[in-house]
Every structure is written in C-alpha cells, then in structure tokens.
C-alpha cells in the first residue's frame, strides 16, 4: 500500500505537467466560491512538483545553491470553483532565457479551462542575486522545454 | 490517465482512514519548518476525505439539511515537518454520542507521529442548532465507529 | 480605549487609500521572506477596507443585490518583505468602464515600493452575472474615480 | 500622519494584551463564516504583538539565540464570526515554567467571547533544544508574569 500512502507529485505528458488538486474547506471563501489568492497557491504547488519530477526539488536546488523567486504572475479567473471540485493543475515551460523561466499554467476542471497563469521565475543564487540556472538545473530542465 | 488525474482521497485500512500530504511552500513560515496552524488545515482534510470516502461530502450533507461544525480541538506537535516531506494524514472516529462526534488524528512521517489531534464536531441543521446527525449520516458512518 | 481596540481600516489620501499591514508567521515561507501569494491577500485586505471606508463593505454590497468578483491580476514582485516588516497597501481606482474595476495597487515599506498590482474586478448580480454597478455604488465610489 | 500608517500592535490593558482583527476575505469558508484554523492564526498574531510589545520581537528573540515553538494547542470555539466583523484577540501569560510558556488567549466581538484557547510554548535555542529562557527575555517577560 506504499503507493496509496504516497501525496501524488503529479506526472508529464509529454512536456506538460498534470498536478490533480482537490478543493478543501481552506481553499473557500464565504461567498460559496474558491478564493482568488488560492488558485494562486494552486499554481505553486503545480510549479513545485513540476519541478520535483524533472529532479530540482528544493533539497536538490539548495545543494546547487539556487533557488527561484516568483517575480511576476498574471491570472485570468474565467469560472468559479467550488468545495470537492477535482481540479487538474497543468504546468509547463514557455520560455528560458538568462535567469528567467516562463511558466506557462492552466486549471481545468472536467476538461474546461477555468484559470490561466503566467508566472515569472528568477534564479537566484545563495546571496539573492539573478544568476543563470547552473547547468545540472539546465540539464535537468532541458526535456520539458519548449521546441523552437 | 484518468485515475492519475484525480485527486487522492486517502483510503481506509479498517477504520482508519490515511490521506497523503505534500509539504508545499504555502506551509511553511520563516522558521524553515512548517506553521503550526498548517497542520490544523492537514486534519481537516483528513476528515474531509474522512467523511467524502464514507459517502458524505459536503453535497450530500447539504443535501440532508446538516453539515458539521468544530467546537473543540486539541493539537500536539512532536516534532516538525519540512518542505517537500510526505506525510500521513490518519483519521478515525473516536466516539460519536447525540450531536457530537470526536475524531482521533495523528500526523505521520516515515512511520514516525510527529503531530496529535482530538477534533469534536457537532452536527448542526440548517439552522445552526446542534441536532443527531440524520439517520443517513448514522448509516453512513456506521461502519468506522469504534467497537464497545 | 474604544479607538485602540477597534481594527483600523486604513484611510484615503484624496484618492489613495492607504492600510497599513504587519508579516506575521503565516505570511512567510521557509526561505524566510514573505510567500508570494501573501501579497494578493494583503492587496485583497487593502481593497476590501478601500471599499469599506468609500461606504461598500460587504454587507451594504449585498443589500444591493451586488459583489465584486476578480477576474485579472497582474503583479510584480520587486523587493522581499520579511517577518515583522510593517508595510502599506496602497489603493486606488486607475479606470471603471461597464461592470469592470480595475485597481491599481502597491505595497510600501519604509516608503520603498517592493511590489505592484494590477487587479481587474467584475461587478456581479446576485445570479452571478457581469452588471453595471447600480448607482448607488458609482455614488459611493465616484469621489474616488480617476480624473480625466 | 505616522501613526495611522504604521500597523497597530495592540495594547496592553494590565497584564493582558488586546490586538484587534479584522475578518477578511482569506478568513472565512464556503459556509459563509470564519474558517476554523483562521482563529488560529489570530491567536498567533496575538501572541506575536504581545510578544512584540514586551520587547520580545523575532529580530530581538533571534539575537538571543532564542525562538518560540508552538508544542500544544487547545481551543474552544463557541460562536462564529462573519466577513467584516471587528475582533480583538486577548492574550495574557498564564504559565511560565522551565522553558515552557502558557498563554490564555481569547476573541471577543463586540464584548462576547466566541474563542478561547490555551497555547503551550517552548523556548529553544538556535540548536531547536529546549531551553530556559534567556535572562533578557525572562525580564521583558517579567511585568506580565501572573500573580501568585
């Protein structure tokens, strides 16, 4: 039963990354509907395990000495969610260039795209300053990014 | 790829329920480890997956007019989780008498308890007053009481 | 002692509506800055008590039949905030067209801007449809309402 | 035009310290009233501007090679409260023995209590062993110790 007691990481078709997320008490808010700034913790979540699949989890990324800060995010909200929605997370890389990685996010529910993302990522390095992504990190990121 | 594409909700091994949780940034504070009232959402979605594996989501507790409340909790922290841990969310029934049911719940990591909780919810209408849950609910729950 | 135990809801300066905010625990992360998606909460908290001192807390919104619902968000993150910083939301409306509010918001510290907002808000009737703000709200707002 | 831009810390009225607590949208849940761990953020607020006011902020406890952890957590939740609504948490110092402190806190609305609870901490040193507190913290600790 090891599988069962395991939080799934989500997994990648092809270069695209599908984090499925159940909405909870915490994620609502008193007008019925999920509240805005947790579809944002959503995105995070699906970043993080993006990552963890690929092989940068943050134990990984601190031995690089780097991690990413979040510095700019944009979120188009098109249709609510709701307590015990099963929703799908789904993640995947628009652009790398110097220290900065593009993500490009969805939320779907049942097949309907209900939230987009784009978020902004720096690399940083251990003293907080923009670095290129050292290269087991570009190594490790190089299947899911995007074709030319 | 659908059942990768759900979210988990736990399973039960007698009448214990188990639900997996990822550590995430969100979790966490400034200390490094995570925030105590973390842990304190970590339970209600135990009892949440608790109650939807035993047929009563909040859609179905709609339905029969009733819905539960918390009215006392206790929490113990042993030790701390970290970022990225998997954790062991497990959930039974510690006793259940007129409108009050009082869940046992514990953390684990690695086989470890890091964390304790006694959470007592009552059962109230649609109203607000506390009431015996309906006889659905009994039934419903009936298979996870603990044995006299 | 009746100020001082009363929450402050901030105060406008002529168009500008500033709330001052504290880090506490929950809003840090363990890299020992504040979480990003802390941020939309605070800007969240100043819009709320924008609206509530121009007369539309939540209460008056909902004796007339309307809500606010976000639809966009743009945000960039410039400088980190850290436990303990005292900060301050600034508010105010950059354009109303239709049933949209768009915000312009950002966050100060120590008279240092470390991050910026965009958010865009439908106004919604009680079935959830886009609406023109009755005109109640465009009196409560209108000595808010960018000049032209 | 300082002072109504800074955050309030609270005050302390005796022995006990008084934060006000506006509810807001991130505290409530679908059921239309505050979300249970939320409570549990403000009595962490609360302890943190007692803490604050007693001299005792983080950056003051990090220079003493000392932190708070939170070890056991009690609370009673007897009415709820709603979006908008004014809170005051109230916090004094129960208990302090070894390294071990003990606050009473609770939130009260408009004079009512509607929460109580009782909040173990441990004192621990930079190593996160327990520890004694430190001679500086014991004498800023000191004027709201209880009576014997």
Redesign the interface.
């Known amino acids: 039963?090891a599988d069962?007691?395991?939080?799934?990481?989500?997994?990648f078709?092809a270069r695209e990354h599908?984090l499925?997320?159940?909405v909870?008490?915490?994620d609502?808010?008193?007008?019925?509907?999920v509240?805005?700034?947790s579809y944002?913790?959503f995105f995070?979540?699906g970043r993080?395990?993006f990552l963890?699949l690929a092989g940068a989890?943050?134990?990984v990324m601190a031995t690089l000495g780097t991690?990413f800060?979040?510095?700019?995010?944009?979120?188009?909200?098109r249709r609510?969610a709701?307590?015990?929605d099963?929703?799908?997370v789904a993640t995947r890389i628009a652009a790398m260039r110097g220290p900065r990685l593009r993500f490009a996010q969805r939320i779907d529910r049942g097949g309907e795209t209900i939230c987009r993302a784009s978020v902004d990522a720096a690399c940083i390095n251990a003293a907080?300053r923009a670095r290129r992504p050292p290269s087991e990190l570009i190594q490790a990121l190089a299947p899911y990014l995007p074709l030319h």
Do not use: K, N, W
């Open positions: 039963m069962a007691q395991a939080p799934s990481a989500g997994a078709q599908g499925p997320v159940r909870y008490y915490e609502t808010d008193f007008t019925g509907l509240y805005h700034a944002v913790r995070e979540r993080s395990d963890r989890d943050h134990t991690a800060v979040v510095v700019r995010l944009e979120v188009d909200f609510a709701r307590i015990d099963a929703l799908l907080g």
